[in-house]
């Protein structure tokens, strides 16, 4: 009967303890969005997936139609980074509304604009392809988090203009995040700017070498972490 009594005491603290532990199993699905600094193969997405690792954040899944690339170590590398692409031509192909429904993401993290500002782009037509883009993950998930990235500096031996023109987009998208943002569904805007110089952290100019993808994780990290636990 001792016996008996203890069961049915043991099985109060389990179904106490359900709700907890199924609240620390589920997984918060992140999408990388981007160009090839995001995924070619954009290995700050693996420092920053073994810096969550660290520090014990493991509730998280990567998602995306494109694999993770060889960094050096295993680690969970889906995203949507797409060497070429602009931020403009995600929009006019539609491309962004067939990668939400397929990989259904909580957490949004977009670093999207260098090649169109490579192409001579606006700020407000970049601005605008991120204003629709914004409204399609809100339709896929209305509690959507979106973190958007400050992009990077750029110095290509053949854009001298590049530079100022990064300056001019990254300057524009605070005003525009803070006018599209909502209490449902925030826009944390990323400094991916500050601190990263383009003739000692990247390769070419334009993409980051491993101290540049140190930089990158590091900026992601703790908005990423204030996405995840929020």
């Not at 914004?134 to 400050?150: C, F, G, H, N, Y």
């Not at 750029?154 to 005003?175: F, G, H, Q, T």
């Not at 100019?205 to 996405?227: I, M, R």
Request: some cysteine; glycine content about 10%; aromatic content about 8%.
């Amino acid at each position: 009967m001792a016996n008996f009594y203890s069961l049915l005491a043991l099985l109060g603290v389990i179904l106490t303890l359900a709700p907890a532990i199924s609240a620390q199993s589920g997984q918060i699905r992140i999408m990388a969005l981007g160009d090839s600094i995001t995924g070619s193969p954009g290995c700050w997405r693996a420092l920053l997936w073994q810096k969550l690792q660290n520090a014990g954040i493991t509730n998280t899944k990567f998602v995306g139609s494109l694999p993770g690339q060889g960094c050096g170590f295993e680690y969970d590398g889906a995203n949507e980074g797409h060497g070429g692409y602009t931020a403009t031509g995600i929009v006019s192909r539609r491309d962004l509304v067939g990668w939400l429904s397929s990989a259904s993401p909580d957490v949004v993290m977009m670093h999207l604009g260098t090649n169109d500002v490579w192409s001579n782009l606006s700020p407000s037509e970049i601005l605008a392809a991120y204003s629709t883009m914004v409204d399609w993950m809100r339709e896929s998930k209305k509690t959507m988090k979106i973190l958007v990235a400050q992009i990077i500096p750029m110095r290509p031996s053949n854009c001298a203009e590049c530079y100022d023109r990064v300056v001019a987009l990254n300057k524009a998208i605070p005003a525009w995040a803070a006018s599209k943002s909502t209490a449902e569904s925030p826009i944390v805007v990323v400094d991916c700017w500050a601190g990263f110089d383009p003739s000692n952290d990247t390769g070419d100019g334009v993409h980051p070498n491993s101290l540049g993808n140190e930089k990158l994780a590091n900026s992601w990290y703790e908005p990423l972490v204030t996405a995840i636990r929020g």
